[in-house]
């Protein structure tokens, strides 16, 4: 009889086991069916056209604007300061009076060497006139033209003094800032401000290192702000001869027209280092990077059936450059392509693709 308990006893379990597992089966197959309904992952995207374009190879280099009309304005005299004709930041025409320094004791100086040197040149009329009757010794006339050239001589030392008393703007331009007043007194040497031009033309001097490229007098550069922003063309003007010893860099000065640009200003230099040559060009954010090296997704149509109408293809490509926000770039890519723009970033190889509505194209 014990083998009829364990009999039943093993129907039980088997029972017990087969109503588990089509439990368990019933909730995979409902699982699975939800999972199924879910739609399949999808990023969403703007798109935008390659395009076709031309790249030249460059090197930014460092640059420093100067204006031809430019003058660090500074006493050659110690003095006080008695005339400051102009304010901070006017415009002075060319010849006036920027600052003017205490000069009435060099003016009396010489209005007294002035009444000395007209006694003698009476002195010396009068005895010429006696010298015809032999009424004067030649050595008397020696020395009242002797000293006639010695007075003429410390006159001429004082208007040189005088003219150092005043400072004259030797072109029209804009004054600087400065901080002294009248009453001031100024040290030997001692800058009081800046001149400078109202000509829009400006120098950007800049080295090229040795075997970077060879510019002459004609070649053009492109001139950046140091933001990056294009400011314009500018052709060159001069050329070293020489490379500095320690640094292995030869000097260049281009000229352009850029009122805008202030002197001292550091800007970015673009010196084309190779021949232009035929690309493509998309959005600096279309294209991304891993292990391989750079790529971008193209979108293409999805399979028939499929959830969403596109896709995104990974492309490999090369970067040979950027500018203005847009990567240069050869690789298995055409014009007639559009690539993802914004969402990019996000997305990895054959992944479906909401591309939004409205989203700029080029």
């Known amino acids: 009889m014990k083998w009829r308990a364990w009999l039943i006893t093993a129907l039980s379990c088997l029972t017990v086991t087969a109503v588990l597992a089509g439990v368990k089966y019933s909730q995979i197959a409902q699982a699975m069916e939800l999972m199924e309904s879910f739609p399949p992952p999808s990023e969403t995207i703007t798109v935008a056209q390659v395009r076709p374009d031309s790249w030249a190879p460059t090197r930014l280099l460092s640059g420093t604007v100067r204006s031809p009309e430019h003058l660090v304005i500074a006493t050659e005299i110690p003095g006080r300061v008695v005339e ?18 205490f000069n009435d004791d060099l003016e009396a100086q010489r209005t007294a060497l002035q009444a000395d040197l007209n006694l003698v040149n009476t002195q010396l009329e009068r005895n010429q006139t006696l010298e015809a009757d032999a009424l004067v010794s030649r050595d008397r006339l020696d020395t009242l033209t002797a000293q006639t050239l010695s007075l003429t001589a410390q006159i001429a030392v004082l208007n040189a003094r005088l003219s150092r008393t005043t400072v004259r703007a030797p072109f029209t331009g804009t004054l600087g800032i400065y901080p002294q007043r009248v009453g001031d007194l100024m040290h030997l040497s001692e800058v009081l401000t800046t001149l400078t031009g109202l000509n829009a033309e400006r ?15 004609g070649d053009t550069v492109s001139i950046r702000d140091i933001a990056g922003h294009a400011v314009g063309p500018a052709t060159i003007i001069a050329v070293s001869d020489a490379f500095a010893e320690g640094t292995r860099t030869y000097d ?49 149509p999805s399979e028939p059936g ?5 896709k995104a293809s990974l492309r490999r490509v090369e970067v040979r450059g950027e500018r203005d926000g847009r990567f240069f770039i050869l690789g298995a890519l055409s014009t007639d392509d559009r690539v993802a ?17 409205g989203a700029p194209r080029g």
């Open 203 to 217: 120098w950007i001097d800049f080295k090229v290192p040795q075997g970077l490229t060879e510019l002459n007098v």
């Open 252 to 300: 260049v000065r281009a000229a352009l027209q850029a009122a805008g640009l202030r002197h001292g200003a550091l800007v970015q230099v673009a010196v084309s280092t190779g021949p232009r040559e035929n690309v493509l060009s998309v959005p600096a954010r279309s294209v991304r990077w891993d292990p391989e090296g750079a790529h971008a997704f193209v979108v293409e």
């Open 306 to 310: 499929a959830h969403l109408a596109h």
């Open 84 to 101: 400051l004709p102009f304010h901070s930041g006017d415009t002075v025409p060319k010849g006036a009076a920027i600052v003017v320094l």
């Open 341 to 357: 723009d914004k969402g990019a970033f996000k997305l990895n190889d054959q992944i479906l693709l909401r591309v939004q509505a």
